[in-house]
């Protein structure tokens, strides 16, 4: 394995990067496919300066494999539903291969009826959403997503947590640009940033969870012992939040943030629950000038003054870490190697 250090920063190909996680993965109970799909997400949202959904995430994996919680070897069963529907019994296992499963038949569907719907259930998704859209705007394709997760956010004006963080992620296509990708938490903060601020001492602002008694807090261990995450903007991000949970739950058959107990499952850290995607092509309407359209709109909000784009900064990362390879702290790589054995 090659790698860089300078200053306590490892930087390694994303090849290599991939395929050690996937090792890792299939080591501690994955099969093949499945330690793919989930090293490539994992090694992606690190390359991109996603750290709270890369590498941070493995050890997460290793303890939920080893609970006997999630299938790693599952194998996804595809159901041609109807002429823009494909749904996916993931089998207790994660949603990533149940996506991999269903996407060229979901393709298909997309390219014959201009539009298709992708319910994903039974499943486990423990990683970055936007992954899973960006690929389709790749293919000139218009893509949504939506997950739930464990219950950790107290909607606005109740008193306890119901929902999840319960991401939202958007892919479109670009002319002579990158695709205009954007993944979002529903709560104030993702989960795994209150993980890391944790970890590291850093104290957040007000705003973004409650401590055990309900109490507004800028301390996130006391937001994860016991406490809670906040939506954000209110009842907006509660609405969206709400909102959510019916598309990634209610219509595909997966479980609500709230119905799934872990507890007999020590070190389990992934969620069971579901995932919607929805895919688009543009070319049944607009032709190439959607491209062009959306080309149009990112000049005009830079005309406007807005300084970053959306998913910006994750394409820098991903353009350095080309050049340069994918950053890590030494300490990390440590661990992993340490995980591999």
Same mark, same amino acid.
């Given at each position: ?5 300078? #200053?306590?920063?490892?930087? =390694? *190909?994303?090849? /290599? ?15 093949? !496919? ?30 939920? +494999? ?7 070897? $599952? ?6 539903? %109807? ?17 991999? %499963? ?11 009826? @201009? ?15 936007? !992954? ?10 218009? $893509? ?12 606005? @004006? ?13 892919? $479109? ?15 104030? =903060? ?18 973004? @969870?409650?401590?055990?008694? @309900? ?22 991000? #509660? ?9 990634? &739950? ?8 709230? /119905? ?21 092509? *543009? ?7 959607? %491209?062009?359209?959306?080309?149009? +709109?990112?000049?005009? =909000?830079?005309? &406007?003054?807005?300084?970053? =784009? ?11 870490? /080309?050049? /340069? ?7 990390? +790589?440590?661990? +992993? ?5």
């Amino acid at each position: 394995m090659s790698a860089s250090s300078t #200053s306590g920063t490892v930087r =390694m *190909p994303f090849a /290599e990067l991939q395929t050690l996680l996937q090792a890792i993965l299939e080591q501690h109970g994955c099969s093949e !496919p499945v330690a793919a799909a989930l090293a490539f997400n994992c090694a992606s949202a690190q390359r991109d300066g996603a750290h709270s959904h890369g590498v941070f995430r493995i050890p997460g994996y290793v303890s939920t +494999l080893a609970s006997g919680w999630v299938d790693g070897k $599952a194998v996804p069963a595809v159901t041609d539903v %109807a002429s823009g529907y494909v749904r996916v019994d993931a089998g207790g296992g994660f949603a990533q291969p149940a996506l991999a %499963a269903a996407r060229p038949l979901l393709l298909a569907k997309v390219r014959s009826a @201009g539009i298709a719907v992708l319910a994903i259930h039974n499943s486990h998704h423990f990683a970055a959403l936007w !992954p899973d859209v960006e690929p389709f705007a790749d293919e000139g394709l218009v $893509a949504l997503s939506v997950v739930n997760s464990m219950t950790c956010v107290v909607p606005h @004006g109740a008193r306890q947590p119901l929902f999840g963080t319960n991401p939202i992620a958007f892919a $479109a296509p670009c002319a002579e640009h990158d695709p205009i990708v954007f993944d979002m938490a529903t709560s104030a =903060m993702a989960h795994g940033d209150i993980q890391i601020a944790a970890r590291e001492g850093r104290q957040l602002p007000l705003g973004m @969870g409650v401590d055990a008694k @309900g109490q507004p807090t800028s301390d996130p261990q006391a937001i994860l012992d016991g406490g809670a995450l906040l939506p954000f903007g209110d009842h907006k991000g #509660s609405a969206l939040s709400m909102m959510v949970e019916l598309l990634a &739950a209610a219509l595909t058959g997966g479980n609500f943030s709230w /119905e799934f107990d872990w507890s007999a499952h020590p070190g389990a850290k992934t969620p069971w629950t579901g995932q919607l995607l929805i895919v688009i092509d *543009p070319s049944k309407a607009e032709g190439e000038r959607f %491209a062009q359209r959306s080309r149009h +709109l990112l000049e005009q =909000m830079q005309a &406007a003054g807005l300084s970053r =784009m959306p998913g910006e900064r994750r394409y820098r990362e991903r353009a350095t870490a /080309e050049r /340069e390879g994918v950053a890590l702290s030494e300490t990390e +790589l440590q661990g +992993l190697r340490q995980l591999l054995g």
